[in-house]
């Protein structure tokens, strides 16, 4: 018989994209360190990378 964990036992982390706490499921259990984002949907919302701000020069 397997041993169950209650949903409130399992770890949770912050999805970078909406800010909603998300639970572990056992998909993720070989890369739940590198699990981001707690959806399909919130990784392709995702911000795109910034890049580079240029400084602006002296004003005038």
């Given amino acids: 018989m397997a041993k169950t964990v209650r949903k409130g036992d399992l770890p949770t982390k912050i999805c970078a994209a909406c800010g909603r706490p998300f ?3 056992r998909k993720w259990q070989r890369d739940w360190e590198a699990v981001r984002y707690c959806s ?3 990784r392709s919302a995702r ?3 910034s890049a580079p ?3 602006d020069g ?3």
């Fill in 58 to 60: 002296p004003a005038g």
């Fill in 40 to 42: 399909d949907r919130c």
């Fill in 53 to 55: 701000v240029a400084e």
């Fill in 47 to 49: 911000p795109p990378r």
């Fill in 23 to 25: 639970a572990w499921r």
